[in-house]
T-cell receptor, first 112, second 113 residues
Framework: DGGITQSPKYLFRKEGQNVTLSCEQN?????MYWYRQDPGQGLRLIYY???????QKGDIAEGYSVSREKKESFPLTVTSAQKNPTAFYLC???????????FGQGTRLTVV | SQQGEEDPQALSIQEGENATMNCSYK?????LQWYRQNSGRGLVHLIL???NEREKHSGRLRVTLDTSKKSSSLLITASRAADTASYFC?????????????WGLGTSLAVNP
């Protein structure tokens, strides 16, 4: 079955710690995205990538980093510089512009 | 950046009633898309309507697009309790940076049995 997989589903981070959220897709999509969603809010774009080895900052990139070394993988690292990381993180992919996006099931990150 | 705005922010109806949600946007678009999100889950694509289309149907869903008013509506007919979710609109802008979807803030729909 083709799809997009995020792991883990729940993640707990201690103050000052970096954590990495995984996003893998087997849909052969070129474009991948990371969003942050806070309770009762819409989606805010963190980073996106249109092609392997290339990515661009979204609207709220500070405190986050990404890599795109393989077409199917787009991991997101939440660094200690992100002061308020507790949120629901969503990864998405699509073939390219003007097409539908497919979403993973999300990772809920909590700072403890 | 969030350019879409859905209204109402929240909607509560009885099972069997129709639900209508609206979305407004600011720039010229190639298409407008509607997505659904169940609580604590990822988003699921519902329907895509292109800028040269005025209406599109998919099962119990009907989407209209008025590019002159920069607005769209999503109608869910004969609603069911299972339709309870948040609904988001998203647009692909014309030209410039159309590589990312621009999202609205969503409408939370509650369908009461």
């Amino acid at each position: 079955d083709g799809g997009i997989t995020q792991s883990p589903k729940y993640l707990f981070r201690k103050e000052g710690q970096n954590v990495t959220l995984s996003c893998e897709q087997n849909l052969n999509h070129d474009a991948m995205y990371w969003y942050r969603q806070d309770p009762g809010q819409g989606l805010r774009l963190i980073y996106y990538s249109q092609i392997v080895n290339d990515f661009q900052k979204g609207d709220i990139a500070e405190g986050y980093s990404v890599s795109r070394e393989k077409k199917e993988s787009f991991p997101l690292t939440v660094t200690s510089a992100q002061k308020n990381p507790t949120a629901f993180y969503l990864c998405a992919s699509r073939i390219g512009p003007n097409t539908e996006a497919f979403f993973g099931q999300g990772t809920r990150l909590t700072v403890v | 950046s969030q350019q879409g705005e859905e209204d109402p922010q929240a909607l509560s109806i009885q099972e069997g009633e129709n639900a209508t949600m609206n979305c407004s946007y600011k720039t010229s678009i190639n298409n407008l898309q509607w997505y659904r999100q169940n609580s604590g889950r990822g988003l699921v694509h519902l329907i895509l309507i292109r800028s040269n289309e005025r209406e599109k149907h998919s099962g119990r869903l009907r989407v209209t697009l008025d590019t002159s008013k920069k607005s769209s509506s999503l109608l869910i007919t004969a609603s069911r309790a299972a339709d309870t979710a948040s609904y988001f609109c998203a647009t692909d802008a014309v030209g410039g940076n159309n590589r990312k979807l621009i999202w609205g803030l969503g409408t939370s729909l509650a369908v009461n049995p």
